[in-house]
């Protein structure tokens, strides 16, 4: 076991992809400029491949991405992982730049053993309403620090914002906007105030090209990626909702496409039916108005739902541009006006940008 350091945290990273790249690189450039506490890398892995050492030497971050793909060692099993992790003799946090539920599952043991977890991953926060009570209740128990501001609007500050309205008293009467950075791209490039547009099947796949997308364009198409982070905002303020699943979501999978087996196979399949979103864009125009793809969370109602909506060419919603989210909090204390936070809400820098803030934001309370 390594000597313990009081003045030396261990991340591990789970994920290198168009995230958690990014988030190497922002590691790389923390970790020089700020040498205290001293941030060691002691463990990387893809779902294939896998970077660590039996005695937790330090990985150069410089070279970890070259290093890991010419490595020969496969990924710890997760109860292995959290074992290694563990008795480090270091303080260790959790990096994972998945969108793995079998890692989010896994956060309550992580946690129980007072490893702490930054992710951008939304499944642990929005499956089943227990895991997100273990999860809370491992870090509460073990004092290890969760947090997961990317899970909503990437790097924009949703979550500390809407954790500051609720911790200071205030009441959050309703949350509503666009949510989703593949869905603001879509329909900002193929839906555009002028009325000119490429073709829906096109900019999917340009979406999926610029990094917006996830892993499988069809669970942003489906609804349940703006699904889940609405589950997270509404469990954050005070509604406890069971599932992505359990209120009203629009999907804009084609019916006949519904059931092929890959992404990819779905991607090229698409053309085929661009004349269905034609048909919802011109139904939009023919009112002077452009469809967008919203959300939104009535506290009062208690009711969440999510799908397309036409809005006039003034509306904020209709104005956006590339992959802006724009997300409005109206609460008791700011009354008619809401507080509305927006900016880019997809792409691999401003994404893993939210990763490393709430990475500072744990170092400043376990180092
Ligand atoms: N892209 C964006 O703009 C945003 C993304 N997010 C979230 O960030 C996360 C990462 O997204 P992104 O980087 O775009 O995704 P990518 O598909 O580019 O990367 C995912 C990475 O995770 C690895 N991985 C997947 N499953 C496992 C597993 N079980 N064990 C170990 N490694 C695994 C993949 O390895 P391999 O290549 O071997 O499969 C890959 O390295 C997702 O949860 C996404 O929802 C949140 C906000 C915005
Ligand atoms: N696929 C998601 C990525 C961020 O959560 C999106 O497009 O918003
Ligand atoms: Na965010």
Redesign the pocket.
Known sequence: MAAASARQVNIAIIGVGGVGKCFLSQLEQLAARRPNPKLVLTYICTSKKALYSTDHVAIPINTAISTLSSSDQTPLPLPKLVDFLGTSGSKTVLVDNTSSQEVAEAYPLFLSRGISVVT?N?KAFSSSYKLWQDIFSAAEQSGAKVYHE?????GLPVISTLKDLVDTGDEVTKIEGV???????LFNSFAQTSGAGGKWSAEVKK?KQLG???PDPR??LNGL?VAR?LTILARLAGLPVESPTSFPVQSLIPRELESVATGDEFLEKLPAFDAQMEETKAEAEKEGKVVRFVGSIDMATKQVKVGLEKFDLSHPIAALKG?D?IISFYTKRYGSNPLIVQGA??GGDV?AMGVTSDLLKVLSQIA
């Open positions: 951008p939304k990317s899970s909503v609007g990437a949510f989703s950075g593949t869905m603001s791209f979406a917006y997308t996830e669970d942003d990626d982070k992959s989210n809400g997809a994404t």
